[in-house]
């Protein structure tokens, strides 16, 4: 149960959070920001040309070279894309999960490194049933490599951005995110995927996702609140003893200037890694709902500890975040509507292949291997009170039963996905009257400005006593009075 109820609730939570963000925009004055606001970028070389809109000369680019220069792009990050994707193979086979005994399966015997691997097997030093530090060694360092390997990967991104040509800062900052989003996602979720849909084994994707949670979270809480603070205060000292060494020798620095100068000689917010911490957690929680339902509690009080770390970051670590109106977050928002729609198809996976709970409901479907107790002969249970298996696979002539009832499952979670967007529209009532009341303003606000322009022309015409040859006017002006014929 604890799968539909997380979903619609991401879909609720994606619904409501567009609701509030129309409702601000209104509140704070972004409403329906024109495109045309936007300045060009300095960096932008293109040919002058004409634009059909406004009919000015403008700097652009053909399609051609946009797509040439993103072809560029993708030739210059695939290489370290799969260096990445090695680097994930390889905490695998170290995490045990390529062990010998699996070399059967054809999936297993493609990724197994026999250097790597054998350290996981049974009485090795990252055994994961093994004693000691051992079977910890794997997964905490796999953070550390990874936050390695995003760094370096991020200076790629910038520089293929860079050579793309962007013409607005906008579309420069949505390419660099795609990209830099769709590696750390990889980094993230692939090791996840592969035990959640290849090895279809629940009670191993517990572990590993309740492993990255943590490590994740803690890595944030160190990096985000522990160390600045740390180093705030190193710097405060030192600060402080330069300040009694100036007095000492009668400098006189007004405290503003001083307070001023400390704020811009900060590190430059960038918004792209809270955001990215936010997106990855809520993926942990959707597209694992079923498995693991306690990170949905565990998020709420590390966010918690979150929010004030992010506080103490932007009023002591950076320069303050220059403000800008915006009409929603961005490309950030159809990632999420996208998470929280895919999120729908690995729920139905693990809940129809990856667990005993199809099992449950169909019995003459499977035939199940269940754990049994050594000593009392009893079935084995997890926390969850859910039976532990061993191996489960359709009876012969039951497999299609099995792809009906998912399929049945998914269309009506798509069909439950649809119902909520009908019955919760995206824009509030008071939002959509607001939004009528604006264009009708608009609209009689150019209507006596053209009725403006019109009078002032029929009186000029009138006192140059000009004549026209039709009853209406030359010029169609309407109340033009007849003049007589020459």
Request: with cysteine; net charge neutral; hydrophobic share 45%.
């Amino acid at each position: 149960m604890g799968s539909p109820i997380l979903h619609c609730m991401s879909v609720l939570n994606k619904q409501f959070w567009t609701r509030r963000a129309k409702e601000l925009q209104v509140e704070w004055g972004s409403y329906k920001i024109e495109v045309f606001q936007e300045s060009i970028r300095p960096e932008f070389r293109g040919q002058d040309r004409i634009d059909p809109v406004t009919l000015q000369i403008v700097k652009a680019t053909s399609k051609g070279f946009k797509i040439q220069k993103y072809i560029e792009s993708l030739l210059l990050c695939l290489p370290w894309f799969f260096c990445s994707c090695l680097m994930m193979i390889c905490f695998l086979n170290l995490n045990g999960f390529l062990k010998k005994a699996n070399e059967s399966d054809e999936v297993v015997a493609l990724l197994r490194i026999d250097y790597l691997a054998d350290y996981a097997e049974s009485g090795e030093v990252f055994d994961p049933e093994g004693s000691g530090w051992g079977p910890y060694l794997p997964p905490l360092m796999q953070p550390l490599v990874t936050m390695i390997f995003n760094f370096i990967f991020r200076m790629i991104a910038e520089y293929t951005t860079e050579r793309e040509n962007h013409k607005s800062q906008a579309g420069y900052y949505n390419s660099l995110i795609t990209k830099r989003f769709i590696f750390e996602f990889c980094d993230c979720f692939i090791p996840l995927f592969y035990v959640a849909f290849v090895r279809l084994n629940i009670r191993e994707l517990r572990i590993l996702l309740l492993s990255y949670f943590m490590t994740d979270e803690v890595r944030r809480v160190i990096c985000e609140a522990i160390i600045p603070v740390l180093f705030a205060k190193t710097e405060a000292v030192i600060k402080k003893e330069d300040f009694k060494r100036m007095k000492s020798t009668k400098v006189n620095i007004h405290q503003t200037e001083a307070s001023l100068r400390e704020e811009c000689e900060g590190a430059e917010y960038e918004p792209f890694d809270d955001y990215m911490e936010m997106v990855i957690q809520f993926g942990y929680i959707v597209f694992f709902a079923g498995s693991l339902p306690i990170v949905s509690f565990l998020s709420l009080v590390f966010n918690a500890v979150e929010m004030r770390s992010d506080l103490f970051k932007l009023m002591s670590s950076t320069r303050r975040p220059y403000m800008k109106k915006m009409t929603d977050i961005g490309i950030w928002k159809p990632i999420q509507e996208f998470m929280a729609f895919t999120a729908l198809f690995s729920n139905l996976i693990i809940f129809s292949f990856g667990s005993a709970q199809l099992a449950g409901i169909f019995p003459s479907w499977f035939t199940v291997k269940w754990q049994m107790d050594d000593v009392t002969g009893d079935f084995v249970f997890d926390d969850d009170g859910m039976k532990l298996f061993d191996e489960i696979d359709f009876k012969t002539g039951s497999t299609w039963k099995g792809v009906l009832a998912f399929f049945t499952l998914e269309h009506f979670y798509i069909a439950t996905f649809c119902l909520m967007l009908i019955l919760l529209p995206r824009v509030p009532d008071w939002v959509a009257v607001f939004d009528k009341r604006s264009s009708y303003a608009k609209l009689k606000k150019l209507e006596k400005k053209r009725d403006k322009k019109m009078n002032k022309l029929r009186d000029d015409l009138i006192s140059k006593r000009v004549f026209v040859h039709t009853s209406m006017g030359a010029f169609g002006i309407p109340g033009m009075p007849k003049t007589p014929e020459t």
